[in-house]
């Protein structure tokens, strides 16, 4: 429970609004398919404000109890066979923490790069979604074509080629950004870690998500940085928590992934995110976005990144190509507005410049215009895979389970009963050639002990309907 | 000398031979404008082989003691009007000092990406030094072959094929580590940027070389360090003043290029290696030893590194194939010893892997064996080029002027006349159309204000003497 200095009275009155009818949901008074009071009915009966009840409602939806029909109002879902109910983000905000999550991280990619381990752990797609082909041809025909060019340096901020091209994608995200507003870097990661150092000094506090991607918690701690936890449910971050937060300690960075994050599946809606935008020009905080999932939709169009909300520059894009065309080419960007200049010369101090050849290829893939349609039959493929291994989890895994239903990406985010212990879990599931990410190493503070996350980046076959059918029966109480 | 073990005994011929009229020439036997005996009769009076001759004659040119004249002959060269004496060292330790070189270095690397400015400042090889078609090739070929592992992530340590060939290298090094001491990296300059997070928190101070490559005082700058400058001669790094700062400060650690440094060319010989590695071992600090220039020796043996004498997992020896096969390529090295583990953790956090067709390709050449036949042949060339730079300096700077004498690598340090301002000359170098780095950037105390740094990478053609010409006039006092 969080303590009354950090969670606004506001929060306390639609938190107690969202879990009152969740009971009652859950408990059966509520029913699938049936109609929520409106939201101005319910402010009249409770004596609460209108935007506490949508703020309540929102907080359903985002556990997946209800759902909003446009022009309708709030129904309770229907319940899936097995009760897929959405993980629950923590109600807490607590104090900026020193990271430590060096160790369990190790065992997952030290996992990753084992072919015999079924690939639950590590956030990747099969090569079979990607355009291997395609892009070894280009590589290979880019590699004698451009001559020296292609061996030389390609100094910060990097191919103009390829900024062209990111400059033409920049229009699809519905964020115009000119080829000389990106910097070339090696995959996002390297972004997010430089924006990270452009913004920051030792010591700082940085919000992120809870749960947060496990790599941005580990660059916190390399940078010696405190993380200061957002709870974070399917709606991306809790902008009231994050607001007190802004108000009681000095954060100097905002750190977060808008469009499908990692683990959570959270989509931010576009007017969170204009609000976030808002909320930290008021703060002249820096909002350190990344957008990594941004193409994978698994419907509908493609979620803007809150970049294009930002009128002041002070909103740092880091996306790449890792999880749409190769990981292995390690071409990323970042577009970081009024740090560009700063951003330009961190990449030229820690790396000097990112690998010609793969930005050039990447330059090229884009150029020819197969990009869309290759993400196209990604998505289709996504939607398939995440509803198999969503439909398996169900099925295999003990009462009780709870687990994300992302719009876009291919990581599950899964709550286990209670007192499930994950790491245990993943020591067990590993002994069985089972890859996992225990739900801990989201959080700086050990949170998530009952979760884990999966990955749905593999076709759906028997293998792994078999792993995750051996992952069910060791997470189930003996 | 070369030991038998790697030099043919033909070399130790042409070498004697060079040697021999060398020494005709400094004592004036053989008087400037003489020409020498035809390489036939010299062959027969000396009873060695034509080809023999021609290596000798070459040696010298690359010497500047002869130069020759097409259908005419070899012919000593007049003596240059000034004394090419070495540039001083500083004489004094300091105080640990914050850094600040950040704007002056961007207009170096900004020069460096207009190639209408003479590639003077950067130091970079010419594109026709290198192997570029045939890496190109290889890199055509690997794309094809690899499949989708060319494509897939390659998380620390990094490719083993490329691990294998690094083990075998280290035998050349005289230095034997395995395939598992090393972990891949993006460039020396990651490798760098790894192993001094690995061993430093902010604030820490770290001995460096005085003059220092500015890359590293960047790194210090943007890491928050102190950088305490340890005075540096034409045999590296003074030991006695080294010691003593180990004594009066907390040096965490001490970051130097033992072989042909840059700027000043210094080559530590192997007893004062020995004598650091032993320093560093009693005070129980880590070494970071950058041998990026390693393998491009002017003559005889390849030096070794100091982790050659490493006996307790303190030396990290750092390089890459920047300067002897593509800098585009990005693809260096690190070998941590007992931070093995923490620098991949690092590398994973920071950039996730080094981009995986570039680190193949590097293997598929090294395993090839054409990379010591090609070392061979960059060494010939930049006997040649350096010594012709340090003739046309010496002809078209002014009186006063006095320049390294490095026996491996391209850079030279050059040090003006007492008055000259080398920020406003590298700013009307710049007018000219020529980039040059001036002496400021290579301190974090706004030392050597009145030295440049000139790359010897280009081969010397008529457009380089006018170029070093131009910048001699600006140079002298008016």
């Known amino acids: ?43 009249r009966q409770r004596g609460v404000s209108v935007s506490t009840v949508v703020q309540a409602y929102q907080l359903l939806e985002g556990r997946g109890l209800v759902e909003a029909r446009p022009q309708s109002g709030h129904y309770v879902r229907p319940r899936p066979r097995l009760d897929l109910l959405e993980p629950r983000a923590p109600r807490v905000c607590t104090v900026p923490t020193r990271v430590s999550v060096q160790d369990q991280v190790a065992r997952v990619y030290r996992a990753m790069r084992d072919p015999r381990v079924v690939p639950l752990g590590a956030a990747i ?39 062209r091209q990111l400059s033409r994608r920049s229009m699809v995200w519905g964020a115009p950004l000119a080829a000389d507003e990106f910097v070339i870097t090696v995959g996002a990661m390297e972004a997010l870690s430089l924006a990270v150092r452009a913004v920051t000094h030792p010591g700082d506090a940085v919000a992120v998500e809870s749960p947060a991607y496990y790599g941005m918690l580990q660059l916190l701690e390399s940078l010696e ?11 991306g971050m809790d902008l009231g928590a994050l607001e007190s937060a802004l108000k009681q300690h000095r954060i100097r960075a905002v750190l977060t992934v808008t469009n499908f994050s990692n683990p959570s599946g959270a989509l931010m809606p576009d007017d969170a995110k204009e609000a976030l935008v808002h909320l930290l020009k008021k703060h002249e905080v820096p909002l350190i976005e990344d957008d990594i999932y941004g193409d ?32 292995g080419l390690r071409v990323g960007f970042i577009s970081p507005g009024r740090y560009q200049s700063q951003i330009e010369h961190l990449k030229f101090t820690y790396s000097v410049g990112t690998p010609t050849l793969p930005q050039l290829a990447v330059a090229e893939f884009l150029e020819g215009g197969g990009y869309e349609h290759h993400l196209r039959g990604v998505r289709r493929r996504l939607v398939t895979q995440v509803s198999s291994y969503r439909a398996a989890i169900a099925e295999f895994f003990p009462s009780g389970t709870r687990v994300s239903c992302p719009q876009g990406g291919h990581v599950l985010w899964v709550e286990l009963p209670n007192g499930c212990d994950s790491t245990e879990l993943a020591r ?13 190493i989201f959080s700086a503070r050990g949170r998530f002990r009952n979760f884990v996350r999966l990955n749905a980046g593999y076709p759906f076959d028997a293998g792994m309907e078999q792993a995750l059918n051996t992952l069910g029966a060791l997470a189930s109480p003996r």
Chains 1, 2 share one sequence.
């Open 296 to 327: 994978l939709q698994h419907d509908g169009e493609r979620p803007r990144p809150a970049k294009a909300w930002d009128t002041e520059g002070l909103v740092l894009l880091c996306g790449s190509f890792s999880k749409t065309l190769a990981p």
């Open 225 to 235: 940085l405190r993380a200061f936890e957002v709870p974070t449910g399917a709606n």
């Open 428 to 440: 067990r599931a590993l002994d069985a050639g089972i890859g996992i990410a225990e739900g801990t």
């Open 1 to 43: 429970m969080g303590s009354a200095a950090v969670v606004l009275p506001s929060e306390h009155l639609y938190q107690q609004l969202a879990d009152e009818l969740s009971t009652q949901i859950e408990a059966g008074r509520l029913r699938p398919g049936e109609r929520l009071p409106s939201v101005r009915r319910t402010s």
């Open 125 to 163: 797609m099969s090569p079979a979604l990607l355009p291997t082909e395609k892009l070894s041809r280009i590589m290979a025909s880019m590699a004698r074509s451009a001559g020296p060019r292609g061996l030389a340096y390609e100094p910060p901020p990097g191919a103009r080629e390829l900024r």
